[in-house]
């Protein structure tokens, strides 16, 4: 691609595609492109929401027909210097984690490392918060350490605690309230990641970086 391809999505709604593959740089793109159109306030935009290799904006058309805020957005798309300073917004997180999961042990026994060794390598890392999505709260984080890296559970669980930090495939995360999942559980965290009372809820936003702490 040599530049952002819009794409309508339904009849109230476009996806600016930055780029073919996802990867950190393209995500961290998507999260300031959001973050500059939803400060340019554009008449008729209702909505905003990044995702790791595009940006979705939908519109309320009894406020404004397509067109209208579309050209608007594809000015503020077109300012590219714009992203540098939205980018140094983001928030940074620390999440102090006991490692003490249900799977840690056969995670280490299936990467071919030691426990600690596991812990060390997913602590020592600065992750990026590529999108939010699954679940209100919810932050897919990465890139995690390529050796640590396995596929989603065969089975999942029925039940997976909230504050559980959990990894698949390339990414961690950390699930905001009980649910099904089936990513590896390997440590846990009272941090609250979602709460309707609070404002915002949802305490990760695509751009921000997370730490994890181990804890006793």
């Not at 073919?20 to 400060?39: C, N, Q």
């Not at 990414?171 to 709460?195: K, M, N």
Request: without cysteine; glycine residues 8%.
């Amino acid at each position: 691609m040599n530049g952002p391809v819009v794409l309508p999505l339904g009849e109230a709604a476009i996806t600016i595609r930055l780029a073919e593959t996802a990867g950190v740089d393209v995500a961290e793109r998507a999260a300031a492109l959001a973050e500059v159109i939803r400060t340019a306030a554009i008449d008729g935009v209702t909505e905003v929401v990044p995702a790791i290799a595009s940006v979705s904006v939908f519109y309320n058309l009894r406020d404004a027909s397509v067109a209208a805020p579309t050209a608007h957005v594809l000015d503020v798309v077109a300012q590219a210097g714009a992203l540098t300073s939205a980018a140094a917004s983001f928030a940074a997180h620390t999440i102090p984690t006991r490692y003490d999961g249900p799977d840690l042990d056969e995670v280490a026994e299936r990467v071919h490392v030691p426990r600690d060794e596991v812990i060390r390598r997913h602590a020592e890392r600065e992750y990026h918060v590529l999108a939010i999505g699954f679940l209100p709260g919810w932050g897919y984080l990465g890139p995690l350490d390529p050796a640590l890296s396995l596929p989603r559970r065969t089975t999942p669980r029925t039940r997976v605690p909230a504050g559980s930090v959990a990894i698949a495939g390339v990414q961690t995360g950390v699930y905001p309230r009980v649910t099904p999942g089936g990513w590896h559980l390997i440590g846990a965290t009272d941090v609250v990641l979602f709460d309707p009372a609070r404002e915002p809820p949802a305490l990760f936003r695509a751009g921000d970086r997370v730490r994890f702490v181990p804890v006793a």
